[in-house]
């Protein structure tokens, strides 16, 4: 059964691609178009799921002929291959290549009522010339050499993709409607759509640099399909001295499901940063009495504070220019790495000296950005063993 189920999965994936391509296809070559009035454009906002990669929520393009047979085609602009090598790193990287993919709307929707997941439908103010240019568009950036590019969580994505693309084929200018008492920051915003995703959120903030806090303006916030969505709702075109509504119908698409949540590692990471606090002032308290360290206990505080250093460091040489400048690589760099051999060997080593110093920094450095949950009480602990190496070593 598990093979018929691999072999099942693997059919299922190829007539998926086949439908795309042949999509692609008629969209590329057909010169017989209809009647832009029976034509819907819309752009469709998918609430969040499971999936750690569909947290923050989905936006696509609807293209619907109204006509019997006509074609309904949903435009997904987050096409990706999470299984292509080194998916991950080139995501922290800022070098992954998303591409827009077409593939039949009934198909869309079954995806998303399968998740569980609602699927809102905004169907777009549009003149039949402006149908016609988002047709020829969508068109053009199917085709091979236009349909991939260079992805970018907070600045390029598949919403501020389908926004752009929509604002081009406008005969006027799309007017937004301020928010007031609305100016969250970037880290804001992944905060509220990780509430439930502890672990999640904490990987976020362990990556997240200085440029995650500068308060945004109403454009950035739409990479967040359900801030482009409320945008959209109180927009207005403005052409030729008049206003006209951006939204003509708001409808549900596909109803909200019964979503399988999976549990993830039962404590949060604030929990066990005060399990490792609680028992890194009990060893303190121990060494202290004893006149002595633990080298297997610095060792273990040594070697995490060393590879978040080594992964923050590599942050510098992201294209995402909200994690480059990370002010907690004041304190969690790979310095504990270059000086864990002569630690284990019980060498004499300045490196406790140092630790005090980067505390103080790092103390600082909070007055400007906000830090990973929890991350202050495993720099606590290696401070309270550097202030045990000074105090044995003045004795």
Not at 175 to 188: F, L, M, V
């Amino acid at each position: 059964m598990k093979h018929l189920k691999i072999i099942f999965n693997a059919l299922k994936g190829v007539f998926f691609m086949l439908t795309i391509t042949c999509q692609t296809m008629v969209w590329a070559q057909d010169n017989k178009l209809p009647s832009m009035d029976s034509v819907e454009i819309s752009l469709l906002t998918c609430q969040p799921h499971d999936e750690i990669y569909s947290l923050y929520g989905h936006t696509a393009i609807r293209y619907h002929e109204l006509a019997p047979d006509g074609i309904d085609v949903a435009f997904n602009y987050g096409v990706f291959n999470y299984n292509a090598p080194f998916f991950v790193a080139r995501f922290v990287f800022g070098l992954t290549d998303y591409e827009l993919g077409a593939y039949p709307f009934h198909l869309f929707k079954k995806e998303y009522q399968q998740l569980g997941s609602m699927v809102t439908e905004q169907v777009l103010n549009l003149t039949n010339e402006e149908k016609l240019k988002l047709r020829i568009a969508l068109s053009d950036n199917l085709k091979p050499e236009n349909k991939i590019y260079r992805y970018n969580y907070f600045y390029n994505n598949c919403t501020t993709q389908a926004r752009d693309i929509i604002e081009r084929c406008v005969n006027g200018e799309v007017q937004y409607s301020e928010r007031e008492g609305y100016t969250p920051t970037y880290r804001d915003m992944v905060h509220a759509m990780t509430s439930k995703h502890p672990w999640s959120r904490f990987g976020n903030d362990l990556l997240l640099g200085i440029q995650a806090d500068i308060k945004t303006d109403i454009r950035q916030q739409e990479f967040l399909p359900n801030n482009l969505l409320y945008d959209f709702d109180h927009a207005q075109i403005y052409a030729n001295g008049t206003y006209r509504p951006l939204v003509k119908e708001r409808r549900t698409a596909v109803q909200a499901g019964v979503q399988i949540l999976h549990e993830g590692f039962p404590l949060t990471p604030t929990q066990c940063s005060y399990i490792l606090l609680g028992i890194g002032l009990l060893l303190f308290f121990i060494q202290w009495r004893m006149r002595r360290t633990f080298r297997l206990w610095e060792v273990l505080l040594m070697l995490p504070s060393g590879v978040i250093g080594i992964l923050l460091f590599l942050m510098l040489f992201s294209q995402h220019p909200t994690v480059r400048i990370n002010l907690q690589f004041l304190f969690f760099n790979p310095i504990h790495l270059i000086f864990l051999y002569p630690v284990i060997k019980g060498r004499p080593t300045r490196y406790w000296r140092v630790i005090a110093i980067l505390c103080l920094l790092f103390l600082m450095g909070a007055l400007f950005q906000s830090y990973a949950e929890g991350i202050w009480n495993l720099a606590l602990c290696l401070l309270l063993q550097s202030i045990l190496h000074i105090f044995l070593h003045k004795k």
